[in-house]
């Protein structure tokens, strides 16, 4: 038996050493920031200085800024508008995918290429030259003799032109619902056939219901990520959340106070804001689940 246990706790020492790495990296690139960053948020402190403690006094004048408001407005319409959209599309998309096609590993490979370059600098520099004033979408626009349209100019179109550019990167919510799709037993479809349903109906009392669990990850992990952009519209905007601040979304406001204006104090006040607005916000999708998801393993809907 002693022998056993060495051999045992041998194991288990082999084990902690292969972990050691990641638990390495977890502790001093993840958890320490966050620890300091809490406390951070309750001082005065410019980068350069030494943190004074103020107390709650980050928070009460995030609480007191306008631009705060101002910021948590625009954030709030981009999520309601971008979060949609990139889900539909990516549904779109993973339903036509979903056909056995000639080559379709080919097509499946090229749909997700976008994601993988999609948060580089280069997607936002072409996102850019598509939407000036003299870019790709007006010289369209022009052979059909629409006038051109200053999209990024106009305080009342950029945030919205900014909130299409989230679909380009759809290919893991893609693949998500694909596996989803590729798990519906066909059964089902043929039996809707045969009591005459048509696709719409197919869609609508089989298709939707049995990939709600996947659509409710999906609509977390997607909500959690618009919350957070920032490189999109920083590098459109050229860091400026232009024009007039019409996209000075939260994550802008939350780099301007820390990297521009050195107030590292108010803006880990304003990451502690926004780290529990996107946790209650999860929980609220979450409770809600149980109205809307169906589980078809006999589980609670």
């Known amino acids: 038996m002693p022998a056993i246990k060495k051999n045992l706790l041998k ?18 690139f993840a958890f320490y920031p966050i620890i300091s960053s809490l406390y951070y948020s309750f001082t005065d402190y410019r980068l350069f200085g030494a943190p004074v403690f103020t107390g709650i006094g980050n928070y009460i004048r ?22 949609p959209l990139r ?44 939407f000036i004033r003299n870019g790709l979408l007006n ?3 022009e052979v059909f003799n629409i006038p051109a349209q ?9 945030l919205y032109v900014m909130s299409l550019l989230p679909m380009w990167q759809f290919g893991s919510s893609m693949l998500l619902f694909l596996a989803a799709l590729k798990q519906i037993p066909e059964s089902l479809f043929e039996a809707a056939t045969i009591d005459g349903a048509g ?17 409710l990850f999906n609509v977390v992990m997607q909500t959690i990520n618009a919350f957070q952009e920032f490189s999109g519209i920083f590098i459109v905007t050229s860091g400026t959340g232009g024009p007039v601040k019409s996209t000075y979304v939260y994550a802008i406001m939350l780099y301007d106070q820390a990297f521009v204006y050195t107030n590292m104090g108010y803006a880990s006040a304003l990451s502690w804001i926004l780290f529990v607005l996107i946790i209650g916000l999860s929980l609220l999708i979450l409770k ?10 006999g589980g609670d809907s």
């Open 199 to 215: 696709r719409i109906k197919k869609f609508t009392h089989i298709t939707l219901p049995m990939i709600t669990p996947i659509i």
């Open 288 to 297: 809600s689940s149980k109205r809307w998801v169906f589980y078809s393993d």
């Open 11 to 28: 194991r288990d020492n082999i084990g902690l050493l292969y972990i050691l790495p990641w638990f390495a990296g977890f502790v001093i």
């Open 139 to 141: 010289s369209f626009l």
């Open 150 to 158: 200053n999209w990024l100019g106009n305080p009342d179109t950029a």
């Open 62 to 83: 995030l609480f007191n800024d306008p631009m705060f408001y101002h910021s948590l407005r625009l954030t709030f319409i981009f999520v309601i508008i971008a979060v």
């Open 87 to 130: 889900l539909i599309f990516s549904l779109f998309i993973a339903m036509l995918l979903k056909t056995n096609v000639k080559m379709i590993n080919l097509y499946r490979t090229v749909y997700y290429l976008p994601s993988i370059f999609g948060g580089s600098v280069a997607i936002g520099v072409l996102w850019r030259f598509v």
